[in-house]
């Protein structure tokens, strides 16, 4: 399972964009949210009614957790300490995976998780990446670790993180779909 993690403003286009294309290659796909409601507005004010709360995952039952970033979404994933946990066992874990887009690397970086990892943020983000390898692609993969730089480049990042996840040829029919 998979699960794509939604806070009060959350960026739309980044979480969407991920859910929909792990979707159409039939990933088992999750949204989550952080709150103690299942509708979650991001940052344009879209609600969004996640598939279960924080409390009701089943954390044996997941191979990666997905952040989305905006504003102020990403400060309100920062602030829960069960997220924290789990991404810290998470990227410790070479079978399991993290991504994360936009200012979402920024909660990874200031957990102190991506020492010598190559990584990609949001243009501004960078100084939060610490001891990172930053790079100015859209979507980079390292080990189990995918990061995106934004909203305009979420399908390039969903498709990265579909080509580790699933499977590449997949990945390349969902591409050839979306006219890219």
Do not use: W
Not at 62 to 68: G, N, Q, R, S, V
Not at 92 to 99: G, H, I, L, P, S
Not at 147 to 162: I, R, S, Y
């Amino acid at each position: 399972m998979i699960l794509v993690f939604l806070a009060q403003g959350f960026e739309e286009m980044e979480a969407i964009s991920v859910v929909d294309i792990l979707r159409r290659a039939d990933l088992d796909v999750r949204t989550v949210s952080i709150t103690d409601q299942n509708t979650v507005y991001g940052s344009h004010n879209i609600p969004v009614i996640a598939d279960m709360l924080f409390n009701e995952i089943d954390i044996k039952a997941t191979d990666a957790l997905i952040l989305p970033g905006g504003m102020p979404g990403t400060e309100n994933l920062k602030m829960h300490e069960g997220l924290k946990m789990l991404l810290m066992t998470f990227l410790k874990d070479e079978n399991k995976t993290v991504a994360a887009i936009c200012a979402a690397p920024t909660i990874l970086g200031e957990l102190g998780l991506l020492k010598g990892r190559k990584v990609t943020c949001y243009p501004g983000c960078e100084e939060s990446l610490y001891d990172a390898k930053i790079s100015r692609r859209p979507a980079i993969r390292d080990r189990n670790l995918i990061t995106g730089d934004g909203p305009g480049h979420a399908q390039q990042f969903a498709l990265k993180v579909l080509e580790y996840l699933g499977n590449a040829i997949v990945a390349a029919d969902i591409t050839k779909q979306l006219n890219m």
